[in-house]
């Protein structure tokens, strides 16, 4: 193989790895998922949400229709946040936002989003 081909081939290798890594620096809504119906019943009266990074992530903002939930989101790890929203029946869209940790990138962060529509349904007894 020339020193051409050869530089050539890492060069390829290297790209290839940054693209499937820039995928690792993000933020997932893993809770409720995309599509769901989520009954509430007495036992369950709340929508449980979590969230999830591929890295550690910080300034987790949480928008559930529109308006900020991100108070009612604890830290489970540096890159998992749970909570407990309450929230009428009907259609709703989470939006979730971070700052994720990225070795590879400028300034060692990226800002990632994740957005998830579920439907609430109606509660019933226990």
Not at 55 to 77: E, H, I, P
Request: proline share 2%; glycine share 6%; charged share 15%.
């Amino acid at each position: 193989m020339s020193k051409t081909h050869a530089l050539r081939a890492c060069s390829i290798a290297v790209l290839m790895a940054a693209s499937i890594s820039l995928a690792g620096c993000s933020i997932s809504i893993r809770q409720p998922a995309n599509g769901a119906d989520v009954a509430l019943n007495n036992q369950v009266p709340s929508v449980h949400v979590v969230v999830t990074g591929n890295a550690s992530y910080t300034n987790l903002r949480v928008m559930a229709d529109g308006t900020d939930v991100s108070s009612q989101m604890a830290s489970k790890s540096s890159s998992e946040n749970d909570g407990d929203l309450q929230l009428a029946r009907g259609q709703h869209t989470l939006t979730a936002s971070a700052d994720v940790h990225c070795w590879y990138c400028s300034g060692q962060t990226t800002h990632s989003s994740a957005t998830t529509t579920f439907q609430v349904l109606e509660r019933r007894g226990k």
